[in-house]
């Protein structure tokens, strides 16, 4: 079941790339989700709604279109080029996938923390040791940010471009290859809102690809292996390393790559240009792992961040296990220019 629900999501993604038959026959519920969104966009342009006052900047990251772009990286990189900067950020995010709605902070102790605070966000509180808290209310949730943490100087939203009543200072849109797919919203199509001739003001535009894919001007990034790392050491907080990648990789034997994300094939892809032989195991976005999905004598088992939050080191530290689990964490690689953009803006 697992890995027919993660076919049938690239099925989707693939219906979405182009105007084909079942793209065609959804037409009509597009055309009603726009009309939707437009008048919500345009109640809001005309101040007839108004964002809610926050005392702090606030930079939402996210993407126009369905299925992930690269948007956690993304929010890691700006956070840490605010620190850079000597600002003290803070992240807010919706949480998928949790249990509950009421803002929430992310702390690292509980025993099952995933599913109370949704994998990204834990994965942020994990990589960059910041202030995050969660809830469908991003307003509320910035707001109990801001009470627990004075210091908190600016906020960053994991997500949010269509969470209107949330102020911005700034936005970074991100796409990767797929561009705006065949153009159509959901659910004939990716998008979640039109695409329109140009950016919106205060925005910044980030390709998380080889080369920009819609017509609007943006920069340039990508992400690539930082290496391997066990999973203890990964809980413990210790860098994955290219040796351990290069030493996996000269064994002849094929590993098992399992990736709960969006896309897994972009991270197969990734993984097999780095000289490791793989035996992929594409699982839904999002996979929950309340049970292991690879055989239990599997000697080497290599999972993505966003599936390590969910699988603690103490679940194989208790009972006998050959298996090897090892993290692969992904570098952000931008470009100076998105720096400069992104602080221009903000001062």
Same mark, same amino acid.
């Given at each position: 079941m697992t890995v027919s629900a993660s076919t049938a999501d690239a099925a989707l993604q693939r219906v979405w790339m182009r105007r084909g038959p079942l793209a065609i026959a959804l037409w009509p519920l597009s055309v009603l989700f726009r009309t939707l969104v437009v008048t919500r966009k345009t109640f809001y342009a005309l101040r007839l709604r108004k964002p809610l006052p926050l005392p702090v900047p606030v930079v939402v990251v996210g993407n126009l279109i369905a299925g992930g772009a690269g948007k956690t990286p993304t929010v890691m990189a700006v956070v840490r080029r605010l620190q850079a900067a000597g600002r003290s950020p803070a992240v807010i995010s919706r949480g998928y996938g949790r249990a509950g709605n009421a803002p929430t902070i992310v702390e690292v102790e509980h025993d099952s923390p995933a599913t109370q605070t949704g994998d990204?966000? /834990?994965? /942020?509180?994990?990589?960059?040791?910041?202030?995050?808290?969660?809830?469908? *209310?991003?307003?509320?949730?910035?707001?109990?940010?801001?009470?627990?943490?004075?210091?908190? *100087?600016?906020?960053?939203?994991? *997500?949010?471009?269509?969470? /209107?009543?949330?102020?911005?200072?700034?936005?970074?849109?991100?796409?990767?290859?797929?561009?705006?797919?065949?153009?159509?919203?959901?659910?004939?199509?990716?998008?979640?809102?039109? /695409?329109?001739?140009?950016?919106?003001?205060?925005?910044?535009?980030?390709?998380?690809?080889?080369?920009?894919?819609?017509?609007?001007?943006?920069?340039?990034?990508q992400r690539r292996l930082a290496g391997l790392v066990d999973l203890a050491g990964w809980w413990a907080g210790r860098p994955a390393t290219m040796a351990s990648l290069k030493l996996l990789a000269a064994n002849e034997t094929p590993v098992i790559a399992a990736a709960g994300v969006s896309r897994p094939e972009r991270f197969f892809g990734m993984l097999r240009a780095a000289g490791l032989a793989i035996t992929p195991l594409p699982l839904p976005d999002h996979h929950a792992y309340a049970t292991l999905p690879w055989p239990a004598d599997a000697p080497d088992v290599i999972v993505t961040e966003k599936d390590a939050v969910k699988l603690r080191a103490e679940r194989f530290g208790s009972v006998p296990s050959a298996t090897r689990i090892w993290v692969a964490p992904l570098d952000f690689c931008g470009d100076t220019a998105f720096d400069a953009a992104l602080q221009a803006l903000l001062t």
């Open positions: 990204e966000p /834990l994965l /942020l509180r994990l990589r960059l040791n910041v202030p995050v808290f969660v809830g469908a *209310d991003r307003v509320a949730a910035a707001r109990a940010a801001l009470a627990a943490h004075p210091q908190v *100087d600016v906020l960053v939203s994991d *997500d949010g471009l269509q969470h /209107l009543r949330l102020p911005r200072t700034a936005q970074v849109v991100v796409f990767d290859e797929r561009g705006a797919g065949n153009g159509w919203m959901l659910p004939a199509g990716p998008l979640r809102e039109p /695409l329109t001739r140009l950016p919106p003001p205060r925005t910044v535009v980030l390709y998380n690809a080889p080369q920009a894919s819609t017509a609007w001007t943006g920069h340039l990034a």
